[in-house]
């Protein structure tokens, strides 16, 4: 499985960005599917994560209400949905896919490049 995210920018204090995450391969439907960031100089996070035909999805307290996570199974594509973004949410955005979905990146087995999403105060 490849992965490759999309979506990241530059954006103000409250605004909205979609990062995208798409994916190679037939068998992206048996995967649960992470969503983690690693800001400068600390280390990568996990932000949030859905099984893999949707049923629970998992977020993170700081996250929850703003962000929402989402998969087309058909299209191979998972989202993350970011509302009322502040400066606190600058990171590198990184989806990853493991047989479940945990907190711990050592459960990925497959990671796309990363998406920087930079808010501006």
């Known amino acids: 499985v490849q992965l490759v995210e999309s979506g990241g920018g530059l954006v103000q204090a409250g605004g909205s960005l979609r990062l995208s995450c798409a994916a190679s391969?037939?068998?992206?439907?048996?995967?649960?599917m992470g969503w983690f960031r690693q800001a400068p100089g600390k280390e990568r996070d996990f932000v949030g994560g859905?099984?893999?035909?949707?049923?629970?999805?998992y977020y993170v307290d700081s996250v929850k209400g703003r962000f929402t996570i989402s998969r087309d199974n058909a299209k191979n594509t998972v989202y993350l949905q970011m509302n009322s973004l502040n400066p606190e949410d600058t990171a590198v955005y990184y989806c990853?896919?493991?047989?479940?979905?945990?907190?711990?990146?050592?459960?990925?087995?497959?990671w796309g490049q990363g998406t920087q999403v930079t808010v501006s105060s």
């Open positions: 391969g037939r068998t992206f439907r048996r995967y649960g």
């Open positions: 859905i099984a893999w035909d949707g049923n629970n999805i």
């Open positions: 990853a896919a493991g047989r479940i979905v945990s907190r711990d990146s050592r459960e990925y087995e497959y």
